[in-house]
């Protein structure tokens, strides 16, 4: 039995388990006292659902990357310049402490980090529009 056989049984298996459990929880009185563990029963079975789907897309990325040389060498590229795109956010992210309303204070590194996040964001949000326009306008000029 292959890996993709395998991840689907899973997935079927935790879809069938999800949907008692929402179920079981349409009926019930809303108490975070009675139904809390409802709420935690939800959230394994979706913490199991994502570790399911995320090994599964990196075992069949990683077997289609090994085969293909050229595709691994293209996405070893896409990797490094999005690791230079998040190196040149850090460099330009502020990192001053941030004092809120209800008297607490973000930190300098906490500050640096959203800031970082935001950039990136920023960054390959500009990225992503120019090469809209630049393939719209070169569809035009054809």
């Known amino acids: ?3 993709y056989k395998i991840s689907k049984i899973l ?5 069938i388990i999800a949907s008692i459990l929402f179920v079981s929880t349409l009926g019930m009185e809303v108490s975070m006292d009675n139904n809390s563990y409802i709420v935690d029963y939800f959230i394994y079975i979706s913490y199991i659902a994502m570790a399911v789907a995320f090994f599964s897309v990196v075992y069949f990325v990683f077997k289609n990357l090994i085969t293909h040389k050229e595709q691994l060498k293209r996405a070893l590229i896409s990797l490094g310049i999005f690791a230079a795109i998040i190196l040149v956010a850090f460099i330009l992210a502020d990192s001053t402490e941030v004092k809120l ?11 640096k980090l959203i800031s970082t996040s935001l950039n990136t964001f920023y960054i390959l949000a500009i990225i992503s529009v120019g090469v809209l326009g630049w393939t719209g306008f070169s569809k035009i000029k054809r």
């Open 1 to 3: 039995m292959n890996v």
């Open 11 to 15: 997935v079927i298996i935790l879809g």
């Open 101 to 111: 309303k209800d008297g607490g204070v973000i930190t300098s590194t906490a500050s």
